[in-house]
């Protein structure tokens, strides 16, 4: 089996448990290369350097090494390969880490194919000018974040469902999140908690200013199209990448993905098990 490893070396944690990971691998005889960026940042027996998109393409699955930041990057490479990824956990709670820094025992398990893949819905962003044309694509793993391009005042920001206007929220902004990112941003604002396994696109306005403008859920065939109700530039972020500016005129759509982020799930434990032991860390 060839394993890509993808650490975040900014972590305090991510050189000793990368260093474990490599010598698990080594041990269960298993190919790991890293890319190219981290040659000269460190030096493990046996691996492999090759340039990111390179690497990704040759393996069999991508491991990332982190926080749950760390593992929306090296999922959105792994998407694009459609390979599966593992995240281990190197940073603080890490809800989409599928193995603890303490539970590299269980590596055999992937190598021996014994687990099974969490299939998690991703959204689509567009920016779309006056004439139809497509400006700007992205994908998302957590949330699309929308807000005016100062950041420095509320903003009026009309949002409609299917391509019929709904609603205009005057607020701080608008989050646009998949059920995977209800446990991220969505939930500091406010937001439901929902089982991944319940494939939908959530809405929530931040600080609106309104007593009855909440969150939103919305079936997962729903297409979402936010403008500005002031003709004033907007600014898009897809999962907390640089803003991209939406020009007064255009709009950002959203919708789901035609592809899948696949988890690699190697423990039995549910998204409930998962929920309630992370976030009783932060009580």
Same mark, same amino acid.
């Given at each position: 089996?060839?394993?890509? *490893?993808?650490? /975040?070396?900014?972590?305090?944690?991510? +050189?000793?448990?990368?260093?474990?990971?490599?010598?698990?691998?080594?041990?269960?005889?298993?190919?790991?290369?890293?890319?190219?960026?981290?040659? /000269?940042?460190?030096? +493990?027996?046996?691996?492999?350097?090759?340039?990111?998109?390179?690497?990704?393409s040759a393996c069999d699955?991508?491991i990332a090494i982190g926080?749950?930041?760390?593992?929306?990057?090296?999922?959105?490479?792994?998407?694009?390969?459609?390979?599966?990824?593992?995240?281990? /956990?190197?940073?603080?709670?890490?809800?989409?880490?599928?193995?603890?820094?303490?539970?590299?025992?269980?590596?055999?398990? *992937?190598?021996?194919?014994?687990?099974?893949?969490?299939?998690? *819905?991703?959204?689509?962003?567009?920016?779309?000018?006056?004439?139809?044309?497509?400006?700007?694509?992205?994908?998302?793993?957590?949330?699309?974040?929308?807000?005016?391009?100062?950041?420095?005042?509320?903003?009026?920001?009309?949002?409609?469902?299917?391509?019929?206007?709904? /609603?205009?929220? *005057?607020?701080?902004?608008?989050?646009?999140?998949?059920?995977?990112?209800?446990?991220?941003?969505?939930?500091?604002?406010?937001?439901?908690?929902?089982?991944?396994?319940?494939?939908?696109?959530?809405?929530?306005p931040l600080c609106p200013?309104?007593?009855?403008?909440?969150?939103?859920?919305?079936?997962?065939?729903?297409?979402?199209?936010?403008?500005?109700?002031?003709?004033?530039?907007?600014?898009?972020?897809?999962?907390?990448?640089?803003?991209?500016?939406?020009?007064?005129?255009?709009?950002?759509?959203?919708?789901?993905?035609?592809?899948?982020?696949? +988890?690699?799930?190697?423990?039995?434990?549910? +998204?409930?098990?998962?929920?309630?032991?992370?976030?009783?860390?932060?009580?």
């Amino acid at each position: 089996m060839r394993i890509v *490893l993808m650490p /975040n070396l900014t972590r305090n944690e991510a +050189f000793k448990v990368t260093a474990g990971i490599c010598e698990s691998l080594k041990n269960l005889g298993a190919e790991y290369f890293f890319s190219t960026e981290y040659k /000269n940042d460190f030096e +493990f027996t046996g691996a492999e350097f090759l340039p990111i998109e390179e690497a990704v393409s040759a393996c069999d699955a991508v491991i990332a090494i982190g926080g749950d930041g760390s593992i929306i990057h090296a999922a959105k490479l792994a998407v694009t390969a459609q390979k599966p990824i593992l995240g281990i /956990n190197a940073g603080r709670l890490a809800f989409m880490a599928g193995l603890e820094d303490n539970e590299l025992s269980l590596l055999s398990r *992937l190598i021996d194919g014994d687990y099974t893949l969490d299939k998690r *819905l991703l959204l689509k962003t567009k920016i779309i000018d006056e004439d139809g044309i497509v400006t700007d694509k992205g994908y998302c793993v957590n949330d699309c974040l929308i807000t005016n391009e100062e950041k420095q005042r509320m903003t009026a920001i009309d949002v409609a469902l299917d391509g019929k206007k709904f /609603n205009s929220y *005057l607020c701080d902004g608008v989050l646009v999140s998949t059920p995977t990112g209800s446990t991220a941003y969505s939930l500091s604002a406010g937001g439901p908690i929902v089982d991944p396994e319940l494939e939908s696109i959530l809405l929530t306005p931040l600080c609106p200013h309104s007593l009855v403008d909440r969150s939103l859920i919305f079936r997962p065939d729903a297409v979402i199209t936010v403008t500005s109700a002031e003709d004033l530039p907007l600014c898009i972020s897809n999962d907390g990448a640089e803003p991209i500016v939406i020009a007064p005129g255009c709009r950002a759509e959203i919708s789901r993905a035609g592809l899948t982020a696949d +988890f690699i799930r190697i423990k039995s434990d549910n +998204f409930i098990d998962i929920l309630y032991k992370k976030l009783a860390q932060r009580r």
